[in-house]
């Protein structure tokens, strides 16, 4: 086991103790992992120098899958076993993703979680495994770039992706062996990797359309803190949908729309995805068209090819029109307009956006890596080798949260573009005399029906006292963390007594399916669960040694010295744990540590808020100790 | 932290309607610096748990203080007053009927020669009505009137429905 290294507080950890943190930009297309190096965050390479790793995996009946650019080169010969644009399902029920059914050559079939599964020769596959596969490619190739194994991680994902698919990204994360650090919006990320470079104050649109998602952020910069006013998109809108136009438009016009089979529409698309390209550059490309044998000569210009996407280009204006209502900012206080995702290269959207916002939009960083560069200054922070950096990103929620009411209608609970972390309690009674459990709906979206939100999760309260219709109080709390991931809780208010909540996610994997995921994927990789647990608890307890060790050196003055002496022997009680290789027993100690260091936590708490209102940071107070 | 103290203390600002937004906003970032969750990353669980209790804390009191509605309903509820879920008391008639008019306008707007201009012209309406109340409420919560205060509250609740209903008409105009 590595010795612990602890830098003095105040100091940067030397060299050699800077932790290993990635940033993974997990496109629809494409996807990236990027790190700090030499203070600078690059994105990293795979062995051949290419920095995109397109998101593609082939399954193979007995070998393990290709991911990437190999798997792509196999698509159109074995269309069934390999998986693209797999974003586009995550966190997606059966039915809506039936919708994009007829888009997608694979086989679907319908699994318990309520989630989609793919068929595969290596069998049933459901897009947070293909993720999965997808993120242990880029962990690996980071791995290797960086010489050891990885710390932390953020991952990005579309500010508008709802709570079901922020959650299936984090079950990924979980099956890929990734400590994620934060999901963080892909806007916000790419704000930040051009804000630290500029250093200005003032309002910022980042416009951000991608291979499958639309987003757009308005963001207030002030001295490093990123504070996001509103954000909207949509999540099935992006330049697959630019290549299926087109790649529909090429069969009409070719007549080969009736031969079409499963390889050969890959063929379409693809063709379709390098006509656009070329289109770029060039007014008028000539291709041919393969489909069913037969083989035609294509032409398309530009301006055919901006006609037939014009109305996908509209809708993205629309939306940034009601995120700028929505922050309370008119288009002229707009300071910059940031272009990030490739389906920005298109000429037709950087003059629209242009046009919209009425000055010419940003693109000095490579609109392909720069929500990766931003994930990974943001991972770098987060990880603790900066900890003078006042970077700060305040993030908001993308789409309201409610509950179902009478008559199949929602009620909110929570706004959209409600700053988070956000708590909200609400009160529920009883109407019947006695009743002891109470079913409650939870909903995310803007419209008034149920049927027309998306359903996040089905709630049973439990163990209510008995009591007459109505005396019974229930206080809900709906909790969203810094993920964007919603929490529920529940109190009865008359006795205090917790009421238990079961949840079933809408679509989602449960805890125990996803356990049940890693332990298969272990069996197939001949790896020892078990080692991996231990593992697992002795980096934790390491961490949380290491940071009380760094709490107590900055604020030793909160301690008595008997508080103190006691938190030390339940450090060295810890130490001593790490050493006996078993799991539980270490996972309990980390338990004894956390709750004798509860009141600890609770006075530099305190104290962060005294110093904050005296305007004093931690920072001032610290030089001028010095 | 003491959560039970008030959010203008929360904040370190003095109890009272006028409030200087600057001031809150600068206020809010520096909390923010020192409470948000990412500040606690690498610390122990029980301090992230915290953060974010804290931090939702802190969004809540910023999101109260900020608006002029709900920053008039904070202050009456600290006076023992809660005008969100009593019954409201008896407003005067001329109010209800001017209210049913501009709500029948609202509802007719998206049916009318130019939707958009129509939804404008309402907005502005119901935002210079709104700012009324607004003095209204500040004059009688610095006289001590806080019967008229409450008045003054229940008619800007009435308004920011109708507000509401305006912004919600124009999303839709958005979607088509």
Redesign the interface.
């Known amino acids: 086991m590595a010795l612990l290294q602890i830098a003095e507080p105040g100091q940067s950890p030397e060299p050699h103790a800077r932790k290993r943190a990635v940033g993974i930009d997990l496109g629809t297309t494409n996807s990236l992992v990027a790190s700090v190096r030499d203070g600078i965050a690059v994105t990293l390479a795979d062995a051949q120098g290419e920095h995109l790793l397109p998101s593609v995996v082939r399954y193979r009946a007995t070998e393990p899958p290709l991911v990437g650019g190999e798997a792509l080169a196999g698509a159109a010969q074995d269309p069934h076993n390999t998986i693209s644009s797999v974003k586009r399902l995550m966190g997606r029920g059966a039915d809506a993703v039936k919708g994009l059914g007829e888009e997608l050559p694979y086989r679907l079939a319908a699994s318990d979680s309520g989630m989609p599964s793919l068929q595969t020769v290596a069998g049933n596959k459901s897009p947070v495994e293909v993720s999965a596969d997808i993120l242990s490619a880029l962990a690996k190739r980071a791995r290797e770039a960086l010489g050891g194994e990885l710390d932390g991680a953020v991952i990005t994902v579309p500010a508008y992706f709802d709570d079901a698919q922020r959650q299936a990204t984090k079950d990924a994360a979980r099956l890929a062996g990734l400590n994620l650090l934060r999901l963080l919006n892909e806007p916000t990320a790419a704000a930040v990797a051009y804000g630290l470079d500029q250093k200005e104050e003032g309002v910022i649109a980042v416009y951000d359309l991608g291979g499958g998602t639309f987003d757009i952020s308005i963001l207030r910069l002030n001295r490093g803190v990123f504070e996001v006013l509103a954000t909207g998109g949509d999540t099935a809108l992006g330049g697959d949908d630019f290549d299926r136009l087109l790649a529909q438009y090429l069969l009409q016009q070719s007549g080969l729309a009736d031969r079409l089979d499963p390889s050969s529409a890959r063929g379409v698309t693809t063709l379709a995805r390098r006509i656009k390209e070329r289109l770029t550059e060039e007014e008028k490309v000539t291709e041919t068209l393969s489909a069913g044998g037969q083989s035609v000569t294509v032409r398309v210009s530009r301006a055919q090819f901006e006609a037939l996407i014009e109305p996908l280009v509209k809708r993205t204006l629309r939306t940034c029109r009601r995120a700028l209502k929505d922050a309370g900012i008119d288009k002229t206080e707009i300071a910059e307009v940031v272009m990030v995702g490739g389906s920005t290269r298109v000429p037709r959207v950087r003059a629209a956006v242009g046009e919209f916002f009425g000055r010419a939009p940003h693109i000095d960083i490579d609109p392909d890596r720069v929500v990766a560069i931003g994930a990974a200054l943001q991972a770098d922070v987060l990880v603790g080798n900066k900890p003078d950096s006042d970077m700060l990103l305040l993030d908001v929620l993308p789409l309201s949260l409610g509950l179902e009411t009478m008559g199949g209608l929602v009620e909110k609970i929570i706004h959209r573009n409600t700053p988070i972390p956000v708590a909200r309690a609400q009160e529920f009674t009883t109407y019947q005399d006695g009743q002891t459990a109470m079913a409650i709906h939870v909903l995310q979206g803007e419209r008034e029906l149920v049927s027309d939100c998306r359903s996040l999760a089905r709630f049973v309260l439990r163990d209510i006292p008995p009591m007459a219709a109505g005396a019974a109080k229930i206080r809900v709390t709906f909790q969203v963390d810094a993920d964007g991931l919603l929490s529920v809780s529940a109190q009865e208010l008359s006795t205090g007594a917790v009421s238990s909540i079961q949840v079933k996610p809408s679509y989602g994997l449960s805890d125990e399916a996803i356990a049940q995921m890693l332990k298969d994927s272990y069996r197939h990789a001949a790896e020892d669960l078990e080692a991996r647990n231990l593992r697992e608890q002795q980096v934790e307890a390491e961490r949380i040694i290491t940071a009380l060790r760094t709490a107590m050196a900055q604020d030793r003055e909160l301690l008595s010295e008997a508080e103190a002496a006691g938190l030390e022997a339940e450090m060295a009680n810890l130490e001593r744990l790490i050493e006996t290789a078993d799991y539980r027993r270490i996972a309990a100690g980390i338990e004894q540590l956390a709750k004798a260091s509860d009141f600890f936590a609770s006075r530099r708490m305190d104290q962060s808020i005294s110093r904050a209102l005296s305007g004093h940071t931690i920072d001032e107070i610290d030089q001028e100790a010095h | ?2 959560m039970t103290r008030n959010y203008f203390e ?1 904040l ?1 600002l003095p109890v009272g309607f006028e409030i200087d937004q600057a001031e809150l906003a600068s ?1 809010y ?11 606690h ?7 992230q748990r ?8 802190l ?2 009191a ?2 109260t203080l900020k608006s002029p509605l709900r920053r008039a309903q904070y202050l009456l509820s600290l006076a023992g007053i809660e005008t969100r879920h009593d019954r409201a008391p008896q407003l005067d008639p001329a109010f209800l009927m001017e209210q049913m008019e501009l709500r029948e306008q609202v509802a007719a707007a998206p049916e009318s020669r130019a939707p958009e201009a129509e939804l404008e012209r309402l907005r502005a309406l119901v935002e210079s009505e709104l700012g009324t109340l607004e003095s209204d409420f500040a004059h009688a919560w610095e006289s001590g009137a806080l019967a008229q205060a409450e008045l003054a509250v229940r008619k800007m609740q009435f308004l920011t429905k109708l507000q509401s209903e305006v ?1 919600a008409l ?2 839709k105009l ?2 088509e």
């Open positions: 932290m003491d929360f370190g206020r970032r520096a909390l923010q610096r020192q409470l948000h969750p990412d500040r990353a690498h610390q122990s669980d029980r301090e915290l953060a974010v209790q804290h931090t939702a804390h969004n809540e910023y999101a912004a124009e999303d958005f979607d």
